[in-house]
């Protein structure tokens, strides 16, 4: 992942907390990023500032079957 430049891209290992953000940590790798999802709707785009990951407008897929809002990950130290 891209700490120094707060950027986080399709392809990075984030920590996940499935279960709506109530489950145990997990590791998980990013497949897609969808932004701009308070409707139906988002826009897929390959990277997005981690200052704009932090609620339910941010919308990824992993590789390992599962989605989650942005509230639901962190990066990965």
């Known amino acids: ?9 399709a392809g990075d ?8 953000g109530s489950g145990s940590e997990k590791d998980a790798v990013i497949k897609t990023i969808e932004i701009g999802c308070s ?10 500032p981690w ?7 941010v919308v990824v897929d992993l590789t390992n ?3 989650a809002y942005g509230n639901q990950i962190t990066p990965k130290k």
């Open 1 to 9: 992942m891209n700490l120094k430049l707060g950027i986080l891209r």
């Open 65 to 67: 079957g599962s989605w």
């Open 39 to 48: 409707g139906k709707n988002g826009q897929i785009v390959n990277a997005v």
């Open 13 to 20: 290992t984030v920590n996940w907390k499935g279960a709506f």
């Open 51 to 57: 200052s704009a990951v932090n609620d339910r407008s």
